[in-house]
């Protein structure tokens, strides 16, 4: 979790970020002394705090943190909400890095019946996880990406037929970070039950 304070109203002071140690146990970092070499408008490294100013939240894609984890790197997905006081002045932005992995490990043991597929894009429309290897799905990332926008909504069921003429039936809905869930599955599978 972190807290940035507005460094208009808090000079050099600017962020304050609680972490869990390599004991498990949260620890509080100071960050002050180096968030006044960055913390400007324009660093990408700080858009999550202009960017919450300018919208309100903010809430990244996947990102690649290669410092996280003793140094092996992991994917985070950054929210972020502005903090104002009574009188409508900004104080700062409070957010939380959420760790990618967890969900990923989520994805993979979903049953969506049994031939089912839940795959998750992030909101660059990139591949974060499956519940099915990435190479064994039934359509590329650029085939689900054209199907997906030719729908032009928010949330819609489609239909699709593989390489190999196989039909699907599937469904997709954007959270509100831009990430995209969609579920899809064998057109034979789901009108089974009708056909009988």
């Known amino acids: 979790m972190f807290f940035s304070f507005n460094p208009e109203l808090y000079e050099g002071r600017e962020e304050i970020w609680y972490v869990w140690n390599d004991e498990n146990k949260v620890e509080k970092l100071d960050v002050s002394e180096v968030a006044g070499s960055w913390f400007l408008k324009g660093n990408p490294a700080v858009d999550y705090y202009f960017k919450t100013i300018e919208h309100g939240f903010y809430w990244t894609g996947n990102?690649?943190?290669?410092?996280?984890?003793?140094?092996?790197?992991?994917?985070?997905?950054?929210?972020?909400?502005?903090?104002y006081d009574d009188d409508g002045i900004l104080i700062g932005v409070a957010g939380a890095d959420i760790y990618v992995d967890h969900l990923i490990r989520a994805l993979q043991n979903i049953s969506a019946g049994e031939a089912g597929i839940v795959v998750l894009y992030d909101s660059n429309f990139q591949y974060v996880a499956s519940n099915v290897e990435e190479?064994?799905?039934?359509?590329?990332?650029?085939?689900?990406?054209?199907?997906?926008?030719?729908?032009?909504?928010?949330?819609?069921?489609?239909?699709y037929v593989d390489s190999e003429g196989k039909e699907y039936i599937g469904a997709f809905s954007f959270f509100s970070n831009g990430w995209l869930p969609v579920i899809i599955e064998p057109k034979s599978v789901v009108l089974e039950p009708f056909l009988i």
């Open 135 to 159: 190479e064994n799905l039934p359509f590329t990332q650029e085939e689900m990406k054209r199907d997906i926008i030719s729908n032009q909504k928010k949330a819609a069921a489609f239909d």
């Open 63 to 83: 990102t690649w943190e290669p410092d996280l984890h003793n140094d092996q790197g992991a994917y985070t997905s950054t929210y972020g909400r502005a903090v």
